[in-house]
């Protein structure tokens, strides 16, 4: 029987960054053993025909060139343009990689439509509002208006387990993170 295609969310991997380790108390001892268990993750869930759509983030601060990176990650990939993205998407040929590149996208997920942009964007009228950019920080004044609003889903690696996630995998690793904070 053949498998569905499915659709997953990621951001702020921050690939090649090994201050990220510290700054968000990742669970990894070096910038190696990060990239390696991130990669790891990703290719373990991730099929070929798979779409996962990054909402920015994707490598910072890499001594690697991005394309090595780049051609490991499995699946059909869409590039939502996140702050730290710019300088190593300057290097490589984007349309090689990605089926897509912007900074902000508005898809239909089966289950409504949602805007996609690396940062949260506080007047939506999707059903849904996927974004990055705030890793696990719950420190900003405006965590109040997210945390009550579960429309707005963090797609970051330190709230979904260093791994891609589905709609409803992202629905409820949100749930469970703003209910502990």
Same mark, same amino acid.
């Given at each position: 029987?053949?498998?569905?295609?499915?659709?997953y969310?990621?951001?702020?991997?921050?690939?090649?960054?090994?201050?990220?380790?510290?700054?968000?108390n990742?669970?990894?001892?070096?910038?190696?053993?990060?990239?390696?268990? /991130?990669?790891?993750?990703?290719?373990?869930?991730?099929h070929?025909?798979?779409?996962? $759509?990054? %909402?920015g @983030?994707?490598i910072? +601060?890499?001594?690697?060139?991005p394309?090595?990176?780049?051609?490991?990650?499995?699946?059909?990939?869409?590039l939502?343009?996140?702050?730290?993205?710019?300088?190593w998407?300057?290097?490589?040929?984007?349309t090689?990689?990605f089926?897509?590149?912007?900074? /902000?996208?508005?898809?239909?997920?089966?289950k409504g439509t949602?805007?996609?942009?690396? $940062?949260p %964007?506080? @007047?939506h009228?999707? +059903?849904?509002h996927?974004?990055?950019?705030?890793?696990a920080?719950?420190?900003?004044?405006?965590?109040?208006?997210?945390?009550?609003?579960?429309?707005?889903?963090?797609a970051?690696?330190d709230v979904?387990?260093?791994?891609p996630?589905?709609?409803?995998? /992202?629905?409820?690793?949100?749930?469970?993170f703003?209910?502990?904070?």
């Open positions: 029987m053949k498998n569905l295609a499915n659709t969310y990621i951001s702020d991997l921050h690939l090649g960054h090994a201050n990220v380790i510290r700054l968000c990742r669970p990894f001892a070096s910038v190696e053993e990060m990239d390696e268990g /991130l990669i790891t993750a990703w290719n373990k869930k991730v070929k025909n798979d779409t996962v $759509y990054i %909402l @983030d994707l910072y +601060k890499s001594a690697l060139d394309q090595e990176y780049l051609q490991l990650l499995k699946g059909k990939k869409h939502i343009l996140g702050n730290h993205d710019k300088s998407a300057q290097k490589v040929d984007l090689k990689y089926e897509s590149v912007s900074s /902000l996208a508005e898809i239909n997920t089966g949602a805007i996609l942009c690396h $940062y %964007l506080m @007047d009228r999707a +059903k849904y996927i974004h990055g950019h705030l890793h920080n719950v420190g900003q004044p405006f965590w109040v208006l997210i945390r009550g609003d579960e429309r707005m889903l963090n970051g690696v979904n387990g260093y791994q996630v589905s709609l409803e995998e /992202l629905i409820e690793n949100n749930a469970v703003k209910s502990l904070h």
